[in-house]
């Protein structure tokens, strides 16, 4: 069945630091990964979509790869700050389709 | 960008009663979706409700249990019924962009059965 995974254990980093975040999914094939930020008592926020075709996208601070032969993308926030602190959610799409697959989430700590 | 507001925000409710959840967008919007989120775990997709159609189901949900109403473009609702303690959860609603696949969710309504 579909499958993705995310680090369930929660990312501590300092302040300034860069901070990678990783999904790996398994059987399937997507043309679109997206990530999103929950924070605790809210409904998740849309940061990027990436396409299988780009091997890279960045937005402000934000960094997203996307390598479809590892089936693995990784989310990089740069000079990361405690307002960065989130859970950030790997979600899945097929062209096409209408159902998207969300990732259970990574916890991360930014501390100052 | 959309901006959704559900009602209730949260409400503790007693086991065998029934819950409707209102989710309000601020533009038309052709699909909504309703997706159950249990602490610590992953968005699962209850149903894709469209407008002036029935809404689609996924596996695991059945509409006796979970009716959707999609009267207009900007407004749905999903009931909750014949509650049991395992139906707690969180319960969001969301849209997707146009001609993308980014979804704007809503603030969800966090369920309690007792």
């Known amino acids: 069945s579909q499958k993705i995974e995310q680090n369930s254990e929660a990312l501590n980093i300092q302040e300034g630091k860069t901070a990678t975040l990783t999904c790996n999914y398994t059987?399937?094939?997507?043309?679109?990964l997206q990530w999103y930020r929950q924070d605790p008592g809210r409904g998740p926020v849309f940061l990027l979509l990436?396409?299988?075709?780009?091997k890279e996208k960045r937005k402000e601070r934000l960094k997203v790869t996307f390598d479809t032969t590892l089936k693995q993308s990784l989310f990089h926030i740069t000079a990361s700050q405690p307002a960065d602190s989130a859970t950030y959610l790997c979600?899945?799409?097929?062209?096409?389709?209408?159902?998207?697959?969300f990732g259970a989430g990574t916890r991360l700590f930014v501390k100052a | 960008s959309a901006v959704i507001s559900q009602k209730p925000s949260r409400d503790i409710c007693q086991r065998g009663t029934s819950l409707t959840i209102q989710c309000q967008v601020d533009s038309q919007v052709t699909m909504m979706f309703w997706y159950r989120q249990q602490p610590g775990q992953s968005l699962t997709l209850i149903a894709t409700?469209?407008?002036?159609?029935?809404?689609?189901?996924e596996s695991g949900f059945v509409i006796d249990k979970f009716p959707i109403s999609r009267p207009n473009l900007t407004f749905s609702t999903l009931t909750v019924s014949n509650m049991s303690p395992e139906d707690s959860s969180i319960y969001l609603c969301?849209?997707?962009?146009?001609?993308?696949?980014?979804?704007?969710f809503g603030p969800g309504t966090r369920l309690t059965v007792t």
């Open positions: 969301s849209v997707r962009a146009t001609s993308s696949y980014e979804q704007y």
């Open positions: 059987n399937y094939s997507p043309a679109y």
């Open positions: 409700a469209n407008q002036g159609s029935e809404a689609t189901y």
């Open positions: 979600a899945l799409d097929r062209a096409g389709g209408f159902k998207t697959i």
């Open positions: 990436i396409r299988e075709n780009e």
